[in-house]
């Protein structure tokens, strides 16, 4: 089982960047999935999640309006598209496929992840 994240990259504040990751070896269409990220010398904090049908997603404030999680489950994908991208944003993205259906905010909820995007937001 692997999650492979990608699509991250360096930009200058305002850009835009989708990071896309793709499950393999199983299917999660059944798992909420999230996006964490984990800045220098910080801990890995949560980004965004969204339930298994799509219809329930959820954001940390720092990224309302700005962020978008969806997901593909006939593609056993899902996506965050970062729109005005602000250098606090720069860090490396984690995505994770959580135990239950409706995803979550918290790390321990997770069974896998994926290596990590960075994403690099300077002028």
Do not use: H
Request: hydrophobic share 30%; net charge positive; glycine share 14%.
């Amino acid at each position: 089982v692997q999650l492979q994240a990608s699509g991250g990259g360096l930009v200058q504040p305002g850009d835009s960047l989708r990071l896309s990751c793709a499950a393999s070896g199983r299917t999660f269409s059944n798992n909420g999935m999230g996006w964490f990220r984990q800045a220098p010398g910080k801990e890995r904090d949560f980004v965004a999640a969204i339930s298994w049908s799509g219809g329930y997603m959820g954001y940390v404030d720092s990224v309302k309006g700005r962020f978008t999680i969806s997901r593909d489950n006939t593609k056993n994908t899902v996506y965050l598209q970062m729109n005005s991208l602000e250098p606090e944003d720069t860090a490396v993205y984690y995505c994770g496929a959580s135990r239950g259906a409706l995803g979550s905010r918290r790390m321990r909820d997770y069974s896998y992840w994926g290596q990590g995007t960075q994403v690099t937001v300077s002028s």
